[in-house]
């Protein structure tokens, strides 16, 4: 668990972590590199979920690279399906990362919601439902080895 008091918002309590795979952690169903190692490092503090459509039919070689088990979610209603997840875990205990338009409910949900630039773009739908905008996967993760960063950016 990761404990934050951040000034003019009040305290967080993150247990988990939820956060979409393609076009976030994974461009054309490839693992981007140092996802694993940042990923592996938060384990001790956070539980690790991911969500994902499997666009690219690639997410068992994913799964088993991040020692993993994604949550596949089924076509249609992919927005919906996501935020369900995270109410379903508690949503005041979650924070949640992703760029696509199917993340922007999901990243409203959590008790926060990290928006990534990816090379497969940024919904803007997205980026206006989260918290906060990081400009990679890896800074985002980052934020989570280093909570100070999050508690100078998000307090008012």
Do not use: W
């Not at 979409?20 to 693992?31: F, I, K, P, R, S």
């Amino acid at each position: 668990m990761i404990e934050l008091n951040i000034p003019g918002r009040g305290s967080l309590s993150i247990e988990h972590l939820v956060m979409d795979v393609n076009g976030t952690l994974a461009v054309d169903g490839t693992l981007l590199d140092g996802v694993a190692k940042r990923i592996g490092a938060l384990r001790d503090r956070l539980d690790i979920h991911l969500l994902t459509a499997d666009t690219h039919g690639r997410q068992n070689v994913i799964d088993h690279l991040l020692n993993l088990q994604a949550v596949r979610i089924r076509g249609g209603r992919e927005a919906e399906q996501k935020a369900e997840y995270i109410r379903n875990l508690g949503a005041e205990r979650v924070a949640a990362i992703g760029q696509g338009a199917n993340d922007a409910l999901m990243l409203r949900e959590a008790a926060l919601g990290i928006c990534v630039l990816s090379l497969e773009g940024l919904a803007v739908e997205t980026l206006t439902a989260a918290d906060l905008l990081m400009p990679d996967i890896l800074s985002a993760l980052d934020l989570f080895e280093k909570p100070l960063r999050l508690i100078a950016s998000l307090r008012k």
